[in-house]
């Protein structure tokens, strides 16, 4: 089954680190976050990625096609114009790249894709965003229930813990942040038929 993930966003929210490099490239422990994203997918058997390019697209195609260059040592051979990598470190993805637009909304960026993805159902995320999600539970859910989408619904986290406190003000309890059951929020990783595509514009 084939993953698409979205990395075209401008990422204005953390501006300072975007400049030079789209949001999916930040890097957490040396590692860009689209490659965490990945290692998920990864450990669960997913790796043929669909990469949905936009803002600063050729930074995410030149670590690709670097891959090695970033991972490995190497030995350079100048006169025999060869290249030897040491000890690299291999994964068994498979990833397609394509150029979306900078200014492609989310729906015209999955629409773009549609030529890669076939007549399969496939999974969906963001190139910014990590989680502990059995994606194996996702996808039997999305099979057992036969709709053409299926989101993850995450219960919105309070953003603060909360106090008790008697008639006279004093303090009687604290509460530490709780989960907040009737609120909920797009989790971001979905499971799609090709079906969907009829509902799209772009």
């Not at 260059?69 to 051979?77: G, I, K, P």
């Not at 989310?106 to 999974?123: C, N, S, W």
């Not at 038929?193 to 009829?198: M, Q």
Request: with cysteine; hydrophobic share 40%; charged share 25%.
């Amino acid at each position: 089954m084939k993953v698409v993930i979205f990395a075209g966003g401008l990422g204005t929210r953390i501006s300072e680190e975007t400049d030079a490099r789209p949001k999916p490239m930040v890097e957490i422990g040396g590692k860009p976050i689209l490659w965490h994203i990945m290692k998920i997918y990864g450990q669960y058997g997913f790796n043929e990625f669909i990469i949905c390019l936009g803002y600063k697209g050729y930074v995410i195609k030149e670590y690709f096609m670097n891959y090695f260059l970033h991972n490995a040592d190497l030995t350079v051979d100048l006169e025999h114009n060869r290249v030897a990598y040491h000890n690299s470190n291999t994964e068994k993805f498979k990833v397609t790249l394509v150029e979306t637009g900078v200014e492609t909304k989310t729906a015209g960026r999955l629409k773009a894709v549609q030529p890669y993805i076939g007549d399969e159902d496939f999974m969906l995320t963001y190139g910014d965003g990590v989680a502990d999600i059995n994606l194996h539970e996702l996808l039997a859910f999305h099979q057992a229930h036969g709709k053409v989408a299926t989101v993850t619904a995450v219960s919105l986290e309070a953003r603060f813990g909360g106090m008790e406190l008697t008639a006279d003000g004093a303090v009687e309890s604290f509460r530490e942040k709780a989960k907040d059951e009737s609120k909920w929020i797009n989790g971001g990783f979905f499971v799609l038929k090709p079906d969907v595509f009829r509902f799209l514009e772009g």
